[in-house]
């Protein structure tokens, strides 16, 4: 049995890419980790429980934000550490944690940062560790294919935004903790567990990881006047200051669409619905973490 484990989608790349990530984990003492490699982030599930039942306490999750997502959803409620090594395209959570993008420091930080519980979302029965989306935030991840992300990066995000400036309004209620919070047009939902989004754009400005509570945000912003106005105010202002903005804190949400709409969550795309039921786990998953700043 071995207490360090890796799990990897074997499609993403960092540095030097796996070989790499072996030699350094040599160099540091892990010589014969329990290696499981996956193609896609779909398949991590079972093979994080596989390495736990073998004895796995510390388990290095190599990928993107959705191979991150998979592994967490998996663990949830374990033991278990997880040490992220961000081989992903936006690396959102990575990010937010400060966890660097560079083999041997996260390796390093792995092997030897702070373990601390955080909190994960669920929603509709799937945990989360960075944010749920639900309308355009979803359009825009689900817009590039995986041949778009490798050739143009975080770019391909932003060519499929400027496709979907336009994308009609849907009717929405949302109610908070069993209260109604809002009932109206919208064309974005958001439920955050950090927050910084996609190009260090800060959203949710109070959120913390471990204060047991989901960030809530919802916009009605449509077309290039409207958006443009509201990326403005998220870049360099607040967005509690945009008119076309509304935010709020709580355990839990509902959220009742007239029609069916696509979500997302932690970059990975959903089959569109009509009903969504939000959580907050506190404290659900262990991670390392750099030292929080004072």
């Known amino acids: 049995m071995n207490s360090v484990a890796v799990v990897a989608n074997s499609a993403k790349t960092l540095d030097g890419g796996l070989p790499a990530l072996r030699k350094e984990?040599?160099?540091?003492?892990?010589s014969d980790p329990q290696w499981r490699e996956v193609m896609k982030s779909r398949m991590a599930p079972e093979q994080v429980e596989l390495a736990v039942q073998d004895g796995a306490?510390?388990?290095?999750?190599?990928?993107?934000?959705g191979m991150v997502q998979r592994c967490v959803d998996g663990l949830s409620g374990s033991d278990a550490t997880v040490a992220i090594l961000p081989a992903g395209t936006a690396n959102l959570f990575a990010s937010n944690l400060g966890i660097p993008r560079d083999i041997d420091a996260a390796v390093d930080l792995g092997l030897n940062g702070e373990r601390r519980r955080f909190d994960v979302g669920r929603i509709n029965g799937e945990r989360f560790a960075v944010m749920a989306g639900v309308g355009f935030d979803a359009r825009v991840i689900g817009g590039?294919?995986?041949?778009?992300?490798?050739?143009?990066?975080?770019a391909a995000y932003i060519l499929s935004a400027v496709k979907n400036l336009r994308t009609d309004l849907f009717a929405a209620r949302i109610d908070v903790d069993g209260v109604k919070w809002y009932e109206g047009k919208a064309s974005c939902i958001l439920f955050g567990n950090v927050g910084k989004a996609f190009g260090g754009i800060e959203i949710f400005d109070e959120a913390r990881t471990d204060d047991g509570l989901l960030e809530i945000g919802v916009t009605n912003a449509r077309g290039i006047t409207q958006w443009g106005r509201t990326i403005a105010r998220l870049r360099f202002s607040s967005a509690s200051k945009s008119p076309f903005i509304k935010l709020t804190k709580g355990r839990t949400a509902e959220v009742t669409l007239k029609k069916k709409v696509l979500y997302e969550l932690d970059g990975s795309t959903r089959t569109k619905q009509k009903k969504f039921h939000i959580e907050i786990e506190p404290g659900a998953v262990n991670i390392c973490a750099p030292p929080k700043t004072p």
């Open 57 to 65: 306490e510390l388990i290095f999750v190599w990928g993107g934000d």
């Open 144 to 154: 590039p294919d995986r041949r778009q992300k490798a050739r143009l990066g975080r």
């Open 25 to 30: 984990l040599a160099r540091q003492g892990i």
